[in-house]
Structure formats: C-alpha cells, structure tokens
C-alpha cells in the first residue's frame, strides 16, 4: 500500500477545526486531527509546505518511521505547530492501519482494559449560585464528573465562567479579548464554590476544578490546602508548567490531586513531574502531543509511576481528536478520566462518529479504525474564521497568564 494523496481541511461548524486525510492506492481513508486552537493556519501551511511532499508514495503502515522521520528528520524539535502536525498524520496513519486490520483501534493498541471511559463535563456560572444550578444541569444529563468554575466579584469576564470568550472575525472586534485577573479575589472565593457544591451535592459527585495556569506556587499550594475539605478529583494547571519543579512545592503543603499538561506537547514536558510522582493526573492529548504514537508512550511512562491519564477534550479539540484518546482511553491500564465538553450540532454533523455517550460514560465504538469521519461537502459550508483566545491583564494592566 502506498500514500497516494494527503489534504488538510479547514472548517469552521462553531469552531475551527484543522482535519488531515490521506488516502491511499487501495483505496483506504484516515484521518486525524491537526487543530491548534487560534493559530490554524500555521499547521496548514506547517503541513502543506513542508510535510506532505515528503510522504507521498510512502508506505502508511510504518507509522513509527514516519513519526520519527517527523520528528527527529525536521531538526526543530517539539513545540505546538509541529506536534500538532505530526499528530494530524499519526492519527490518520492508525486509522488506515486499523481499518486494514478490520479492528477498531483499542483492539489494536492491546485491547479494552475496561467497559466504558468514565467522562467529566463543564459547569460554569458568573456567580456561585448559578454554577450550583449549573452542576446540577449536567448531573441531570447523566455526568458522574464536572468540572466547576464560577466567576469572581468584582472581576468582569473570568474566561471559562460566563459568556463565551472566544472572538471570531464574525465579531465587531476579531482581537483577543482582555480579561481582568486578581489572585487574591479568587483564592478567597474559589473554596466558599466547593463548600456550595458539597452541601448541594454531597460527596458522591466528582467534583474538578482548572485553575488555568494563574497561580504562583505558593498560591496553588494555600488553594489546594483549603480546597481539601471539599475532595476533589482533581485541581488543574494550578502553575504554568515550565517550571516543573514548582511542582515540589505544591505538593508539600497539599493532598488535592493534581493535574496537568494540556499544553505539553512531548513526553520531555512532562519526565520530571512523572518520575518524581509530583502529579496525579496527566492531560496530554492525541492532537497536541504528536498522534498515538507519542501519547501512548506517554500513557505507557505515566503507568511506570502510578501517574493516572486525564486527556484534554475541551470543544477545541475536534471530534476526531476524541476519537482517537478514547481508543487509547480504553486500553490504558492507568487510565482515570477524560474531559468531554461537547459540541455543537454542526461539529457533531461534520464529523459522523461511532464514540457515544450515555450516563457520563464513553466509548469509543466497534467499527475499524479510529470511527470518525469527515462529510466534506458540509465541511465546506462553515469556511474558517479568524478566531483569538482571550488574554489576561492584572488590575495595572499588567499581562498575566489565562
Ligand atoms: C481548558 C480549555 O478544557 C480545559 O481544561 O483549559 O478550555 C483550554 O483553555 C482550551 O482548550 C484552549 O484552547
Ligand atoms: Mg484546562
């Protein structure tokens, strides 16, 4: 079997959304996704230009070679544009290859460890109460697990809290959104949502919370500290994780597990917050770690450690990219959660897929391969906008981290 042709295509059904294709001589389809929420374009042109015209007429069922010829053959090693386009081929290269194989793509990967994938969905209010009322929404439509954020008082427009942040180039204003920041305000306030929660909800619920990479270490450690009374599962992005020491010391003054890594995009990011077992949960994902291929070694080093699986699954990431981390979901031996945010209908239309949810659980499907597919034609009806994340400035002004 031999490369025959590979397309990237871009379409906007409430999100962008970057899909790789290739097929082959034989016939067979894959597909996986390239998405780099707000900076697309720089994966297509990543991938047009400079990936594609190396791989046509290769064989697609050496996906380990091409992986490294991808990674190890560009000299620039790792960052977000180039991960993200070798995840595009890798996740298509499975696809091919379990659909050759008649398999679905867990069977492949060793086969399911468990029935289902246990799911966390979002919650999101701009003050306390509403969030309650909001948690209860998503426990009503079956979620075991949410994800809980509330706005602050006295701060307009928490992302992530309220209105949607997202500007498109339908917007009057197609720039970045600015955000207001005040750590204390939300330290303060964040403890009394889970204390809401709990006399709501009780204990039987699984509570999670992202904190968005705005804390320093210390403040992280004092938040984990007064959030032990309400259980979580965990507590995300406490810290920007450059620094993967901050971890230390985080982790001496709190039992909240915790969770990271849905910017990382290599294992390196993440060796030393595994090894030394400074987090609980770790998020890479299919799209923004390079494919399967490197997710799966990732899973695999985490297990070493005891370091459970946790894979971004926000809306950005397409419905392909869930796809392939609920394959890989249902064979992990250390396996915990995967975030599910939903989609809209148009993404859900674009993309036909065989994963399903029913009582805050997934499963990935039977049918070969990955189980996703793309309807071109309607794809080309939602053309690509120009879409920002927001950003964040301190009451002075000053540019703080989202
Ligand atoms: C968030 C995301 O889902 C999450 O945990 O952190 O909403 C994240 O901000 C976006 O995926 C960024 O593209
Ligand atoms: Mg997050």
């Known amino acids: 079997m031999k490369i025959q042709d590979i397309k990237v295509i871009v379409t ?8 790789v294709k290739i097929v082959t001589d034989e016939g067979l389809t894959g597909i996986g996704d390239a998405t780099l929420n707000g900076r697309e374009l720089a994966v297509v042109a990543y991938l047009e230009e400079h990936v594609i015209p190396c791989l046509l007429g290769r064989d697609p069922a050496r996906i380990e070679d091409v992986w490294q010829y991808l990674y190890r053959g560009a000299y620039w090693r790792r960052g977000p544009v180039t991960m993200a386009a070798i995840a595009g081929i890798d996740t298509a290269l499975w696809d091919i290859k379990a659909k050759a194989a008649g398999m679905p793509l867990y069977d492949l990967l060793g086969g399911a460890s468990r029935e289902h994938v246990l799911c966390y969905g979002h919650a999101q209010g701009t003050t306390i109460e509403e969030t309650v009322e909001a948690v209860g929404r998503r426990q009503a439509e079956g979620y075991r697990a949410i994800r809980s954020q509330s706005g602050i008082p006295g701060l307009p427009n928490v992302y992530g809290t309220g209105a949607f942040s997202l500007s498109t180039s339908a917007a009057t204003d197609a720039l970045p959104r600015e ?9 303060v306030h964040t403890p009394k949502l889970f204390a809401a929660l709990r006399d709501a909800y009780g204990f039987d619920l699984h509570l999670l919370h992202d904190a968005h990479h705005r804390l320093t270490p210390i403040e992280a450690a004092r938040l984990g500290k007064d959030l032990e009374p309400h259980r979580l ?21 709190t039992v909240t597990p915790l969770a990271v890594g849905e910017v990382f995009n290599t294992i390196w990011d993440a060796r030393l917050l595994i090894e030394e077992q400074l987090v609980d949960y770790i998020r890479t994902t299919a799209v923004h770690a390079g494919g399967p291929t490197a997710l799966r070694r990732i899973m695999d080093f985490a297990a070493v450690y005891g370091v459970r699986t946790g894979c971004h699954g926000a809306m950005d990431m397409s419905p392909v990219c869930l796809g392939a981390n609920l394959h890989l979901d249902l064979w992990a031996p250390n396996f915990g959660i995967q975030e599910y945010s939903g989609y809209t209908d148009a993404t859900h239309e674009v993309f036909p897929h065989a994963w399903s949810f029913a009582d805050g ?3 990935p499907g039977d049918r070969p391969g990955h189980g996703v597919e793309i309807d071109e034609t309607l794809a080309a009806r939602y053309p690509y906008e120009r879409a920002y994340l927001p950003v964040n400035r301190l009451a002075d002004g000053t540019l703080w981290h989202w």
């Open 179 to 187: 955000e207001a920041w005040d750590t204390a305000k939300y330290l």
């Open 361 to 363: 659980l997934l499963h």
């Open 12 to 19: 906007c059904p409430g999100r962008n959304f970057v899909t």
């Open 233 to 253: 599962f965990w507590l995300e992005d406490a810290v920007a994780a450059e620094h993967q020491e901050s971890f230390r010391l985080i982790r001496r003054h």
